[in-house]
C-alpha cells in the first residue's frame, strides 16, 4: 500500500508545498516574495502576510503537479522549527487544520534536520552513517547520521552562520538583497589569493564567523590598507567606495575563499575524527557555486563519497519536509494537534 505525504514549509519567506509517495518527491511548489528586497532583508510581518495569501494555491498546485487527490493523502507534514515564528504559525495552522478536517496524522519537523535527510531525495544516496555539512543563513553544523531518525549535531556554529557571513559582506559591499548568490557571482570572475582574511582558530568541530564579518568590515572601511581595529587608518568614503569598485571581484572571491577554508577544513576534520567516508552538503548556502566545486574537490582528495542535492532542494523547500515526513511516518512519528510551532528549538 502506498503512503503519501503533504508536505508544506513556511520557515521563512518562500511559501513551498510537496507530495512525496513511497519516498519519491511527486511535486515541489515554491512561491518566493520579492516584497523584501527593497528592504534589504526579511520582513517578518511581511513574510507571515504572504504566506496566507500563497499557501493554498502552492498546495493546490503541488497537488495537480503531483496528480494527487486530496484525500488521497495518509499524513500531513509540515515544519514546526525553527524559523520566524509568524511564518511558522501559517503554515503550522494549515497543516493542523487540513489534518483535523482529513482525519489524517499530522508529521512535525524540524526543519534543520529537513535539509540533512534532503539528501535521500534522489535515487543516488548516501549510506548510514554519513556525514552532513549543513550551512544557511541561519545554521552551520555538522551532523553525523546514523540512520534517518538518528541525527546529532557534532559541531556548529558558537556565534554567527556561514550564510549571515555572505549576506552582511554583500551588505558591506553595498550589493542588493539577497548579497549570498551575487558575492558568489563576483567571486567566479575574481581572483580568490589577492587578499588575505584570518581563519578564526576555534578548537573542535565548532565555527565562529563573527571575528571574520569584523575584519571583512575594517578591510573595506581602510579601503585595504590595513586590518587594525583603529579609526586613524580608516579612509573617507571616497577613497571606500572606489576601493571597492575597482576590486568587488577579487574581494568577492577572497571572501568566499575564506568563507569556504573555515567550512570543509571543520568537516575534514570530522571525517577523520569519525572515519565516516560519505559526506554530504546540505542547506541554502549549498547551492553557492565556489563550496559545490570545492566540496567536490576535497572529496575527490579525500577518497570521500559525495553528495550534493539538487539545486531545489537547497533552498527552502517541502520536499525536503516531505522525505523526513515519509521516514517519520514508517516509524509512526506523529504528533498532536496540540502542538505549537517554535521560532527557536533544538534537537
Known amino acids: 500500500m502506498s503512503i503519501c505525504i503533504l508536505a508544506i514549509e513556511s520557515s521563512c519567506d518562500e511559501t513551498s508545498a510537496s507530495i512525496c509517495v513511497d519516498g519519491k518527491i511527486l511535486s515541489n511548489n515554491i512561491a518566493n516574495q520579492t516584497v523584501h528586497e527593497q528592504f534589504g532583508g526579511v520582513v517578518p510581518e511581511l513574510a507571515s502576510r504572504a504566506h496566507m495569501q500563497n499557501i493554498v494555491p502552492v498546495v493546490d498546485i503541488a497537488l495537480q503537479k503531483a496528480g494527487c487527490d486530496i484525500t488521497a493523502v495518509d499524513a500531513i507534514a509540515f515544519t514546526q522549527a525553527p524559523g520566524l515564528i509568524g511564518s511558522l504559525l501559517v503554515g503550522t495552522q494549515f497543516a493542523k487544520s487540513l489534518a483535523l478536517a482529513l482525519d489524517k496524522p499530522l508529521i ?71 548579497g549570498g548568490p551575487l558575492i558568489d557571482k563576483h567571486a567566479a570572475l575574481g581572483d580568490a589569493t589577492r587578499f588575505k582574511f584570518p581563519e578564526p582558530q576555534i578548537p573542535g568541530l565548532n565555527f565562529s564567523f563573527s571575528g571574520l564579518k569584523t575584519s571583512i568590515l575594517y578591510f573595506l572601511k581602510n579601503a585595504g590598507t590595513s586590518n587594525l581595529f583603529k579609526e586613524e587608518f580608516l579612509a573617507d568614503e571616497e577613497t571606500r567606495q572606489k576601493f571597492i569598485t575597482e576590486n568587488m571581484n577579487d574581494i568577492c572571491a577572497s571572501v568566499q575563499d575564506r568563507i569556504i577554508s573555515i567550512l570543509l577544513n571543520k568537516l575534514k576534520k570530522a571525517a577523520a575524527e569519525t572515519g565516516i567516508t560519505h559526506i554530504c552538503l546540505a542547506g541554502g548556502v549549498s547551492a553557492n557555486s565556489g563550496l559545490r566545486k570545492a566540496f567536490a574537490a576535497l572529496g575527490e582528495k579525500e577518497n570521500w563519497k559525495t553528495f550534493i542535492p539538487a539545486f531545489e532542494y537547497c533552498t527552502d523547500n517541502a520536499a525536503m519536509i516531505a522525505i523526513t515526513g515519509y521516514y517519520k511516518f514508517l516509524e509512526k512519528d506523529f504528533t498532536e494537534l496540540s502542538v505549537s510551532p517554535s521560532a527557536r528549538s533544538e534537537w
Not at 553544523?141 to 556565534?159: F, M, N, S, W, Y
Open 108 to 178: 512535525a519537523v524540524h526543519h534543520m534536520q529537513a535539509h540533512v535527510l534532503a539528501n535521500l531525495i534522489p535515487d543516488n544516496r548516501p549510506s548510514f552513517p554519513f556525514l552532513c555539512l549543513t550551512v544557511s543563513g541561519g545554521h552551520t553544523q555538522i551532523v553525523r547520521c546514523d540512520g534517518p531518525a538518528q541525527l546529532k549535531v557534532i559541531g556548529e556554529t558558537i556565534d554567527d552562520a556561514a550564510g549571515e557571513a555572505f549576506d552582511k559582506t554583500a551588505k558591506m559591499l553595498g550589493l542588493p538583497y539577497p
